[in-house]
């Protein structure tokens, strides 16, 4: 059971840092012109972006900024449900 557990989170954030990469290849590709693109477009820059990705869902996760959020979202809700 916690095995489980484990592996989910280590696919959430897997896939937060993959985003994140993605993100920055396509925030590169549009901020940089053709010339500087060679220089920031490699390895260490993607996996930079990667593991940035990565500690901030961490840092996310430690904080529960997630489930303020979200329970404020539902709060929101079910106030809006009640005033019909």
Same mark, same amino acid.
């Given at each position: 059971m @916690?095995?489980?557990?484990?592996?989910i989170d %280590? !696919?959430s954030?897997?896939? %937060?840092g993959?985003?994140? !990469?993605?993100i920055? !290849? @396509?925030?590169i590709?549009i901020?940089?012109?053709?010339e500087?693109?060679?220089k920031y477009?490699?390895?260490?820059t993607?996996?930079t #972006?990667?593991?940035?990705g990565? %500690? @901030?869902? #961490?840092i %996310?996760?430690?904080i529960?900024?997630?489930? @303020?959020?979200?329970?404020?979202?539902?709060q929101m809700?079910i106030?809006?449900?009640?005033?019909?």
């Amino acid at each position: 059971m @916690i095995s489980n557990n484990i592996d989910i989170d %280590v !696919m959430s954030y897997l896939g %937060v840092g993959f985003i994140a !990469m993605v993100i920055g !290849m @396509i925030a590169i590709n549009i901020i940089f012109e053709k010339e500087q693109l060679s220089k920031y477009n490699n390895f260490k820059t993607y996996f930079t #972006f990667f593991i940035i990705g990565i %500690v @901030i869902h #961490f840092i %996310v996760e430690q904080i529960n900024l997630d489930q @303020i959020y979200c329970g404020k979202k539902c709060q929101m809700r079910i106030k809006a449900q009640n005033n019909y």
